[in-house]
């Protein structure tokens, strides 16, 4: 997700604790039309936003996932209708609601909880009902009906937009590492071609031969030093920036942000230099390790931790989640590129789990 998503998300997120809390508001007041059983509804409120805030603003890795997303919506939908049963103002929420459907469902599913939505929200307040006989409940249904239809359409161009961005910053980052290759690398090997053929040219001629290999060296030399600027320079942001210490606390800052799981994260041993390729796979496991954690593991504590030994350094992640079993194949993708990307650097990565006894990953790189 880019910023504007994730801002846009947050934006509907704040607005349907919004819708919430003004009935809950006013039912704490003493107001609506229900005076009676005022804390079994403030209860359901607080259920309904507690349910909200655990399984879908707090759990973005889950969006656009068909299985537990449709069953969390239907749980918002059920509570809401039970509160609108019980006090009409909750109807409001709806407002809130439009564009949770397009939120948490792919597309083809989202289209469908936006029709369930609107189907139990107005069959709650009685509006289906009321339609047969009523043109005023009929236009406010038909209401309802464009605007979910409008945030559908709203929702799928932030989507679209999103992934034209992401598109476009790839084809320009091609396009730069296409002209740095021109501008550097390939007028160097032109430039040592040019000169090793001089130099068979003049092969009667000893001085000037040894003056155009050596000019030759010096064109490889420099070519060579360009192409190691090249690579740092496609080091991920983070590690350019802050080191692979401040990095890997960085990643785990946004993601506790992100998730609200609490990472604990720590570096033992002298700090050291390991070289642009240890480090970004070791930036890489982390992010990867984290992801699964959020995606899989349900875990309510992480241990991220960097050690630096006189051999080797370690990066180990730890949750308390669901675990697994490591001896079944796995369909994912992540854990084996982790493996490749090891193994590239000379080293290893363990998972140590079992079914309910949490997860703890291990990458170790051998280092001077």
Known sequence: MDGAETRWIRAFHLLFFTCLGIPAAIVLAGGGAAPTGRATTLALTALAAAWYALFVARRPDLLERVVPTALHLLVIIALLAVLILRE???????????????LLL????????????????????????EMWHDPGALGTVAGNVF??????????????????NRELGVLEERARLVREIHDTLAQGFSGIITQLEAAEQAEGDPPAVRRRVALAKRLARESLAEARR????????PLRDAGLDGALAAVAGRWQALTGVPVAFSVNGGARPLGAEAETVLLRAAQEGLANIAKHAGARRVALTLSYMEGEVTLDVLDDGAGFDPSLPSGGYGLA???????????????????????????SIPCA
């Open 147 to 164: 605007l979910v239809l409008l945030m559908g359409s709203f929702v799928g161009f932030l989507v679209e937009q999103g992934e034209r």
């Open 106 to 129: 792919p597309r083809g599913w989202d289209y469908l909880g936006a029709v369930l939505v609107v189907l139990v929200v107005m069959g709650a307040g009685g509006l289906l009902t």
């Open 88 to 102: 009409p103002l909750y109807e409001m929420v709806l407002f809130g609601v439009f564009a949770l459907p397009y």
């Open 337 to 363: 590129a982790m493996r490749e990307r090891a193994g590239q650097a000379g080293g290893t990565v363990t998972v140590e789990s079992a079914p309910g006894e949490g997860t703890a990953l291990c990458l």
């Open 230 to 237: 090249s690579v740092d320079a496609l080091r991920p942001g």
